[in-house]
């Protein structure tokens, strides 16, 4: 079943005990008179008023923001803070219209919290909303909660434990989404994925008594634009097969579907705001896990492309399923493919907790990604696809393994791996997330949990790649 959010009533001309006002210059707080009760965060500083006749102030600071995408991550700061001071009813000042969406959508995003599974859940005091611009607030909302809605059911994917949300649970959830929406869905099942000769999934879903799937997700509203194929994976539990996990809390296990929910969600958010696209998803999901049956070491798994890879580590196993949604995008006649996954730990080495790493040697995936980080915020950064590397990946057994024999490296060498099974002539891009799937406090726009990473991204990429198209910009090779 799907999720429901939480959600404000927008008023345009709301009568509230509560004003806030957006300043660039916060010396204005020297023109409030009642500091009796002042509480300050970051730059948010509340005012309690102190009898009926009078009104609770907030002050926000907006000094320093360059970015469009910085105003959705101050909404969020700001939401939470209503939350914590429970303000139910309040009216905002000094937003400029073109950043009051991004505002909106920040206040979405950092108030629906993570803690279903709580008894005592976080306070979700603020209900009632309005502005002082002089737009249609309640449509614009309405647009702007269809788009924020990709993101939120992401993290929600994300975020389900695995006896909760198992892949054909997945499947289900995927099917239910997209059922009022002009979105064909098509699910392969085991005897399905076998007869298409699916053998890296089928290879990886062994240790599991769920039978993995393969969901493909068509948005084809204009079929003259070149075919783009995002490609996601979706390991609802990694326990790492064989080359079993150690640590003290392993829950995290859960969340290497990161790349999976992205894909989903950017399929929803286009979709749901009826851009003109084409596009596929291909999500392929399964669990990681151990029995009689389960992949070993050693295994060797031969692919429709003729390809062999030996099995040297189980727990690279999500490189070994993304091969078979990479072979199929090229079936299906992708001209462009970007993958996106929770791929290597090395990631987050490299580049830490701020940005995803890519990979491509196409120049207009370069661009297009690099572009849409910088209007989204979802930041990446580009790393380079050594050749030198690339032959770390042979086997004596097989035509390469599934891991490297460096030492180091393991995101550049885990691309390397991905780029055999694709064909030259096509446009490829490979965008590990494994360090960007979930934040331990809230921040900005993200609340604890799932950050849904990846959505805005991508649909932003699809955006701009058709636009470019459209005027003649992009070369497909």
Same mark, same amino acid.
């Given at each position: ?37 002042? *509480? $300050? ?16 102030? +907030? ?30 009813? &309040? ?7 073109? +950043? ?31 502005? !002082? ?10 647009? &702007? ?10 993290? #929600? ?21 997209? $059922?009022?929406?002009?979105? !064909?869905?098509? +699910? ?25 799937? &393969? ?7 204009? $079929? ?49 705001? $009826? ?120 086997? #004596? ?13 393991? #995101? ?19 965008? !590990? ?6 934040? #331990? ?6 609340? *604890? ?26 070369? +497909?090779?």
């Amino acid at each position: 079943m799907l999720k429901s959010f939480r959600t404000f009533n927008v008023e345009e001309n709301l009568s509230s005990d509560t004003v806030a006002y957006l300043c660039e210059d916060l010396s204005y707080q020297n023109q409030v008179l009642y500091t009796e009760e002042q *509480t $300050q965060y970051k730059t948010i500083t509340f005012y309690k008023k102190r009898s009926l006749n009078e009104q609770n102030v +907030v002050l926000i600071g907006i000094k320093g923001i360059q970015h469009e995408y910085e105003y959705r991550q101050l909404g969020g700061e700001v939401g939470r803070f209503l939350d914590q001071q429970e303000i139910e009813r &309040v009216t905002f000042n000094g937003l400029k219209d073109e +950043v009051l969406p991004h505002f909106l959508e920040g206040l979405i995003l950092g108030t629906n919290y993570q803690d279903d599974y709580k008894k005592e859940r976080k306070s979700a005091a603020l209900k009632t909303i309005s502005f !002082d611009n002089q737009l249609d607030l309640k449509s614009l909302y309405q647009d &702007v909660l269809n788009k924020t809605k990709a993101t939120l059911l992401a993290r #929600h994917i994300s975020n389900e434990p695995l006896n909760q949300f198992n892949a054909a649970q997945y499947a289900d959830f995927i099917t239910e989404a997209f $059922q009022d929406l002009k979105v !064909d869905v098509e +699910v392969m099942n085991k005897a399905d994925l076998i007869s298409r000769e699916f053998n890296g999934i089928l290879a990886v879903s062994k240790g599991s008594h769920i039978e993995p799937r &393969v969901i493909t997700l068509k948005y084809q509203t204009n $079929q003259e634009l070149p075919l783009t194929a995002l490609v996601g994976k979706g390991i609802t539990f990694d326990m790492g097969g064989y080359n079993i996990k150690s640590g003290r809390d392993l829950s995290g296990s859960r969340v290497d579907m990161g790349g999976s929910a992205a894909v989903f969600g950017v399929i929803y958010e286009l979709a749901i705001q $009826q851009k003109e696209a084409n596009v596929i998803g291909i999500i392929l999901t399964t669990e990681n896990l151990i029995n009689s049956e389960a992949m070993v070491p050693g295994d060797i798994i031969k692919y429709r492309n003729g390809l062999t890879v030996q099995v040297v580590n189980t727990d690279a196993e999500g490189r070994l399923l993304l091969a078979d949604g990479l072979l199929y995008a090229q079936e299906l006649g992708a001209k462009s493919i970007i993958d996106i996954a929770t791929l290597t730990g090395s990631i987050g080495g490299a580049l830490g907790q701020e940005m995803a790493g890519f990979f491509t040697d196409d120049e207009s995936l370069r661009k297009e990604l690099k572009e849409s980080a910088h209007v989204t915020g979802e930041k990446v950064w580009e790393l380079p696809l050594i050749k030198e590397y690339d032959s770390s990946l042979n086997s #004596h057994y097989a035509d390469l393994s599934n891991l490297s024999s460096l030492s180091y490296a393991g #995101h550049i060498t885990a691309a390397l791996f991905l780029k055999r099974f694709v064909d030259d002539k096509i446009s490829w891009a490979h965008v !590990d997330i494994a360090a960007m799937t979930d934040v #331990h406090a809230d921040r900005g726009d993200y609340v *604890t949990g799932m950050t849904g990473y990846g959505v805005k991204l991508l649909a932003k990429t699809i955006e701009q790649m058709n636009l470019n198209h459209e005027y003649g910009i992009i070369e +497909v090779r």
